[in-house]
Structures are given as structure tokens and as C-alpha cells.
């Protein structure tokens, strides 16, 4: 896995991400079913590396944009649980007072600017942060997170050029999880890899195995830097498997559980870090078990913060169209 | 102090006197300067155009490229980078060149920058300006002819503003830049060379306040931008035949000002709304159908909405006025209810 080792307190913090991200999806996946939740959610299970490993070079003023498999981005970027969680629930105390819902949850104090119904909505919004970063002459850097599907929306070649020519703090890092919804990245891209399509833009390209932390981090770690040291974007391709479907209720037929596809599906990247943290003895067993306990923890007191939240006042349904 | 220039020049000014007052103004674009990394104009500080019909020139020399910044054809690129910008702390003022263009860019303002405030709860401002062009006139066909102000006034979060004269065109343009909230600047390119008085100073115009501009109890016109003069010319005709006719210019497209428009009809109990947009779901149906709604008791005959006809803008001289609206398709379609003036 690994060429570089992580501190403690890094570790520490990655571990309890990648399981907060783990446990609210799978809670949620479980809770949907059941009619509780309402409207539509896409799981970020499975991809925790990715999220995690970027998330971990950055401070509260960093931006990044998401995707509307967004709950691992908020999670990474230190979104609270509960006003997560409620604002999933569509009640008054959620992050977005219940009016955006799971594919718009943003907290622009914390850097998140939103969850994006729209595929491929973020690649302009983080040029304009980016923009903004280097405007005011701050350190700040934007991230873009989008999946392979929208890789293929023009809003991808637009902002990336424009973030390459005016040498803008961003980095795109691209998820690629080898579905757009329900069309193969293969069948949908020209280029064999997203990574290498940076080339075309004049910019570093990268593609990385999603599934490993290190790989995610170390990879994002120079990109960022990179961007920090005013010398522009870099475009980081993930390859990563969604452990559910594009939505919930998504019957999954085209995935494949044979093959190349299966041996990227079988890797689970929270075991894999947490075997190789405890091989490197970053963490002991005993502190692993904690975090994970602590997680569920969590998470369980979100959902009942959730449950337990008011729907939101009639009132609210005009309030905040205009500033 | 006060002094005539034209429209053009007033909305220069306006954008000048912006960016000296609050340096988080930046103005994006394509070609809003020109000539970006040519060696021969960057040695003198020259923009090459200044914006096609050249309201931007001379800003990229006094503000350099930093804060005009010329971006590639890429309309829903720096469009979105404007929001994104906006939502961090910005207030940049885009420019679309025609507002035609608006269907390479319009997810940047329909899905985001007008939703965000509200889908996150209250918690994003996103303060920008867009100006743009609209109107039939130039002969410049069906692709930078139209005028969309009213299609993009329905969207909830947006504020449109259509000025007819250079004083208004100045002070809503200060009054937009400093609202925050996406205001979407809609110039009429026929208007360019009008000229007008306009104070040196910043003033500013109140989005969302329409101006009377003509007093009378008869009849009531209700104008968007440069159908204003149109309307001014029927109230003139009018006048000779005994009638008088108030004479109301919209301003603010979205969201309209319903009381000014609402008093006056309830005074003349008659209406006609002329808008040089698509005769169907636009700001004319708009006003006549909140009338009808709002004041039907007061009306002594039925609202007639004066409009573009359902077709694209043609480019051969003659259609293109005949696709415009004018005094004499006002007085012809209306005549229902000026001849019941008459009487």
C-alpha cells in the first residue's frame, strides 16, 4: 500500500472519517428502505478513500465543490453529522434547514459549497473559488470533486482549461467508479483514463487506485501543495467501486461480479487502511476498536437527532429566496 | 454634476465608479478587454476592443487584467465561475454578450447561483451582476436578436433590470452591483448611442421601483425598456384626441413592481402592456394576468398585451420592423379600448 506513513493524529482522524462515511451510508441505505427518508439519495459507500485522502491536506477555508454523491465530501470536510443527517431527514435543524435535502447539503462556513444535483455543476463554481483564492492573494485552494460521468459534461473542459490558463488554485479530482448511473465509464470516454486528459489542458494528470488511502492522499498531497505554491491546477483521477447503486432502489444489473470489475469491487479500502495503519503500528488495536465504536456511536445519535428534529416551520417555504 | 452622455458611456461609468469604490468587483468576459498577452498592446496598457459594442473600454487599462479579466469562449465556465466566485466573497459582474447566448450558460444561474441561498438554508449570498444585451433592431438575425429578460425574470432568486434611458441605466447598474443577489443587467443594444443627462456622482436607482413617466387617467401603458418610446409616442397621438395617457416604465423586470402598475390601473381602468419579448409566458402576460387577478373590478375592458410576434427575429430590414412593436400596432390593437375612449 503504502510508501509514506501517516502521523497518529492523522490516522486517528482518517480512520474515524472513513468509518463516520461507512456508517452514515450504510444507515441510510437500511433507513431508506423503511420510507423514513424521503426523495432520492446516492451512497458514497466505498469511496471513503478518496473524500478522506483529499480532504485530510485541508483547513475550513478551503473550498470544494461535490457531486450529488456528496455525503462523503461533507463528512470529509467536517459537516456535522447531525445537521447532516437531519437535513437528509428534511427537518428544520438539518444543515440546510431541510430545503436542500441530501443532494444539495452545503455548509459555506466550513468551505463546502454544496452538493450538486446537476453532473457536472461544481467544475465552474470551484474555478470561481479558485479564482477568488488567488484574487485575494490567500493559500486557500478549491477542490472539485466529480465522478466519471461527469467528466463528459462540457462544464469539465471548460473549467479545467480556464483553471489552467489563469493558473488557479484547483484541483480536480475525479472519482471514477466506473458507472455513470448505469453506462460504463469505457463505453462513455474517448481518452482509456480521465487522468490523462490533463495533457490536453497543458496540467499534471494523475490516476490512482481510489480503494488505497495512502495512494489517495499522497497523490492529492502533491497536487495540493502544488496548487498552495501558486503553480496551478492538477487533475487527479481516482479509481474506486460504489458499494450501492447510482440510487437507492438502483437493481445494479450492468455491475459485474467477475473479472477486473470484481477485483476493484472485493477491495475494501477502510480494511485496507486499517491493516496496513495497525501493521505500521500507527494505531493499536485497542485504538482502532475506539474509533469504531465512537463512529457508530455517532452515528446512531445523529439519526435520532434527526428523527427527534421538527419538520420545518410553513413560514420557511418563502424565507431565504432572496438575500 | 450633470451632464449628457449616452447609454453606453453611462453604463462605463457606472462600472468604473464600482470597481474604484469596492475593489471585490471584478468584471469577466469575452473579449471585454481584448487583445489579452499581445505583446504590442500590453506595452502601451491598450484594450483591443473594450467589449464588442465597446461598453468595457478603457476599464482593463485603468484596473488591469487582474480585475477585467478577458476569459475564453467558454460562456458556462466563467458564467459559473462568477457564482462561485460570488458564493466565496466576490462581486463580480459577468458579461454575456448577447443574452442568446444564454443557453450555453444557463445552469450557471437557473440550477445554481439563484438556488443556492435557499437550498442551503439562507446561508450563501451570491452577489453578481450579469449584464447582457437584448432587443431586435440591429440587424443582427435570429441568434443576437432576441430578448430574454422575462424567461430568465421567472426564475425564483433573480432580480432582472431592463433600463430605457442612460440615468437609469448608471444608477441600477450601481444599485445591482451592490445588491446580493444574482441581478441579471439587460441593455438594450439599440440604445448604445442614446444620449441622456446622468450625474458625475454615484447615485444609484431602486431595483424593483417603477417610474411614471407620463401622468394621465385613461389609459394606462406599461413599457420595458425601450418600448418606453414607443409608448410616449401613442400617449402623444393620444393627447391630440382628447386622451391622456399615464405612461409607466417598468424598470425591474423581476421581480415588477405591482403597486405602482396596480394603482395606476385602478385610476385609468385600462391597460396595455407593451414588451418587446415572445407574445407567450412573458412579463406582459405576467402583469396582465396579476391585473386581472388584482384589479378586474377596476377594468373597464380587457388588457392588451402588445408583443414580438411568435417568431424568431428575421434579419432582412423590413420583417425586422415588422417584428418589432410601434405606435401604430399599439393604436390598431388596442382600438378596442381607446375607441371606447373616444365615446
Known amino acids: 500500500m503504502a510508501k509514506e506513513n501517516v502521523s497518529t493524529e492523522k490516522a486517528q482522524w482518517i480512520l474515524k472519517t472513513m468509518y463516520d462515511i461507512r456508517n452514515f451510508e450504510d444507515e441510510v441505505h437500511r433507513i431508506f428502505t423503511t420510507g423514513e427518508i424521503p426523495g432520492f439519495v446516492h451512497l458514497y459507500a466505498g469511496e471513503e478513500a478518496i473524500a478522506t485522502g483529499v480532504c485530510a491536506h485541508l483547513t475550513d477555508d478551503d473550498y470544494i465543490t461535490s457531486t450529488h454523491r456528496g455525503h462523503g465530501h461533507c463528512i470529509a470536510k467536517g459537516c456535522d453529522l447531525n445537521g447532516m443527517m437531519a437535513e437528509i431527514y428534511g427537518k428544520e435543524t438539518g444543515l440546510c434547514k431541510g430545503k436542500g435535502g441530501s443532494m444539495h447539503i452545503a455548509d459555506i462556513d466550513k468551505g463546502m459549497l454544496g452538493a450538486n444535483g446537476m453532473v457536472g455543476g461544481g467544475f465552474p463554481i470551484a474555478v470561481g473559488a479558485g479564482l477568488r483564492n488567488k484574487y485575494l492573494k490567500t493559500k486557500d485552494v478549491a477542490i472539485c470533486f466529480f465522478g466519471d460521468g461527469a467528466a463528459n459534461e462540457g462544464t469539465f473542459h471548460e473549467g479545467i482549461n480556464m483553471a489552467a490558463i489563469w493558473n488557479l488554485p484547483v484541483v480536480f479530482v475525479n472519482e471514477n467508479n466506473s458507472f455513470a448511473e448505469a453506462t460504463p465509464q469505457w463505453y462513455s470516454s474517448g481518452s482509456k483514463t480521465i487522468g490523462e486528459r490533463a495533457a490536453a489542458y497543458g496540467i499534471p494528470g494523475e490516476t490512482v487506485d481510489g480503494k488505497d488511502l495512502i495512494a489517495v492522499y499522497e497523490a492529492a498531497g502533491r497536487a495540493i501543495e502544488r496548487a498552495r505554491s501558486g503553480k496551478g491546477p492538477t487533475l487527479l483521477e481516482c479509481v474506486t467501486y460504489r458499494n450501492y447503486g447510482h440510487f437507492e432502489g438502483d437493481e445494479q444489473k450492468y455491475k459485474n461480479d467477475a473479472g477486473k470489475e470484481k477485483k476493484i469491487a472485493d477491495v475494501d479500502c477502510i480494511t485496507a487502511f486499517k491493516d496496513y495503519v495497525l501493521k505500521q503500528k500507527v494505531l493499536t488495536e485497542k485504538e482502532v476498536n475506539e474509533i469504531a465504536k465512537a463512529s457508530t456511536e455517532d452515528i446512531q445519535a445523529a439519526i435520532t437527532f434527526a428523527q427527534e428534529s421538527s419538520v420545518p416551520r410553513p413560514e420557511a417555504l418563502f424565507e431565504d429566496v432572496y438575500a | ?343
Open chain 2, 1 to 343: 454634476m450633470t451632464r449628457r452622455i449616452t447609454f453606453m458611456k453611462a453604463i462605463n461609468e457606472g462600472l468604473e465608479q464600482a470597481m474604484e469604490k469596492d475593489d471585490r468587483v471584478i468584471l469577466l468576459g469575452e473579449d471585454i478587454a481584448g487583445g489579452a498577452e499581445v505583446k504590442h498592446l500590453e506595452d502601451k496598457n491598450e484594450d483591443a476592443w473594450g467589449g464588442v459594442f465597446g461598453v468595457t473600454k478603457g476599464l482593463m487599462p485603468k484596473f488591469g487584467r487582474v480585475r477585467v479579466i478577458d476569459t475564453p469562449i467558454s460562456e458556462m465556465g466563467y458564467m459559473g465561475a462568477a457564482v462561485g466566485a460570488a458564493a466565496t466573497g466576490l462581486r463580480p459582474v459577468p458579461e454575456l454578450m448577447f443574452n442568446d447566448f444564454i443557453g450555453f450558460c444557463l445552469d450557471t444561474i437557473l440550477a445554481q447561483g439563484s438556488k443556492m441561498r435557499y437550498m442551503f438554508g439562507g446561508k450563501a449570498k451570491i452577489p453578481m451582476t450579469v449584464r447582457t444585451c437584448h432587443g431586435a433592431g440591429a440587424s443582427a438575425a435570429a441568434q443576437h436578436s432576441g430578448s430574454y429578460y422575462g424567461m430568465l425574470g421567472s426564475i425564483p432568486g433573480v432580480k432582472v433590470v431592463v433600463p430605457s434611458n442612460p440615468y437609469d441605466a448608471k444608477g441600477l447598474l450601481l444599485s445591482a452591483i451592490e445588491d446580493d443577489n444574482i441581478v441579471i443587467f439587460s441593455e438594450d443594444k439599440t440604445l448604445y448611442g442614446l444620449k441622456g443627462e446622468v450625474p458625475e456622482d454615484y447615485f444609484k436607482v431602486e431595483i424593483g421601483k417603477a417610474k411614471v413617466k407620463r401622468e394621465g387617467k385613461d389609459l394606462t401603458i406599461v413599457t420595458i425598456g425601450k418600448m418606453l418610446y414607443v409608448a410616449l409616442e401613442v400617449a402623444d397621438k393620444l393627447e391630440k384626441q382628447g386622451i391622456e395617457t399615464e405612461v409607466i416604465d417598468l424598470i425591474t423586470v423581476a421581480p415588477w413592481d405591482q403597486e405602482t402598475v396596480l394603482t395606476s390601473v385602478k385610476k385609468t381602468g385600462r391597460l396595455i402592456v407593451i414588451d418587446e419579448a415572445s407574445p407567450h409566458n412573458n412579463t406582459a402576460t405576467d402583469i396582465s394576468s396579476v391585473v386581472v387577478d388584482k384589479a378586474f373590478d377596476y377594468l373597464d375592458g380587457p388588457v392588451k398585451c402588445i408583443c414580438a410576434p411568435n417568431t424568431p427575429v428575421p434579419f432582412a430590414a423590413n420583417l425586422e420592423k415588422l417584428y418589432l412593436p410601434n405606435a401604430e400596432k399599439v393604436l390598431n390593437s388596442a382600438a378596442e379600448i381607446i375607441d371606447d375612449l373616444k365615446k
